[in-house]
Antibody
Framework: EVQLVESGGGLVQPGGSLRVSCSAS????????MHWVRQAPGKGLEYVSR????????YYADSVKGRFTISRDNSKNTLYLQMSSLRAEDTAVYYC?????????????WGRGTLVTVSS | QSALTQPASVSGSPGQSITISCTGT?????????VSWYQQHPGKAPKLMIY???NRPSGVPDRFSGSKSGNTASLTISGLQAEDEADYYC???????????FGTGTKVTVL
């Protein structure tokens, strides 16, 4: 079955760190760019970060630049988001999202998300 | 990069047609045919409904259709059904470094 399963969310204090993971199955993970999109409680979707298929290129939204690091392990079919210096405004459900592929500009598979809560 | 503008809410009765607009600029919606639409039910992950302005993925009912005129894209749901009640987000390719921008989201209510 083609799916993405996030894990690692939880409660963390302001200024703390957390790493969320995304396990991919059912497709050739190493062939696709991957993304993280987040959604604060009751709010809309916010694009956070992306990584190329081989991990050589990354992008970060200004809101997380310098604090978050995206990475991937193609041998383990796993995507990561290392989050540090966390703020209350980082509280959100973090979705792992699959890119459709080179030359396409949409997302064709979403995970169920993992909730990160930043609070003291 | 500002979010694309969508109406906060749209409603309709079962069987009716509704249209959700998504307004951007010439740097995103107006400049490229790379608009996609996602449906999100409460507590669930978004689901792709339309890509490249007007294409439906396999399994998406044909009552969902997309179009674009200038800087505004639209999603039309014809023959509205109770199960269509959800939040809908548009997304577009953008020439800015972010490459992707989402709309503000629209809550569809079936009366």
């Amino acid at each position: 079955e083609v799916q993405l399963v996030e894990s690692g969310g939880g409660l963390v204090q302001p200024g703390g760190s957390l790493r969320v993971s995304c396990s991919a199955s059912g497709f050739t993970f190493s062939s696709y760019a991957m993304h993280w999109v987040r959604q604060a409680p009751g709010k809309g979707l916010e694009y956070v970060s992306r990584i190329s298929s081989n991990g050589g290129s990354t992008y970060y939204a200004d809101s997380v630049k310098g604090r978050f690091t995206i990475s991937r392990d193609n041998s383990k079919n796993t995507l990561y988001l290392q989050m540090s210096s966390l703020r209350a405004e980082d509280t959100a459900v973090y979705y792992c999202v699959k890119d459709r592929g080179t030359g396409y500009w949409y997302f064709d598979l979403w995970g169920r998300g993992t909730l990160v809560t930043v609070s003291s | 990069q500002s979010a694309l503008t969508q109406p906060a809410s749209v409603s309709g009765s079962p069987g009716q047609s509704i249209t959700i607009s998504c307004t951007g600029t010439s740097s995103d919606v107006g400049g490229y045919n790379y608009v996609s639409w996602y449906q999100q039910h409460p507590g669930k992950a978004p689901k792709l409904m339309i890509y490249d302005v007007s294409n439906r993925p396999s399994g998406v009912p044909d009552r969902f259709s997309g179009s674009k005129s200038g800087n505004t894209a639209s999603l039309t749901i014809s023959g509205l059904q109770a199960e269509d009640e959800a939040d809908y987000y548009c997304s577009s390719y953008t020439s800015s470094s972010t490459r992707y921008v989402f709309g503000t989201g629209t809550k569809v209510t079936v009366l």
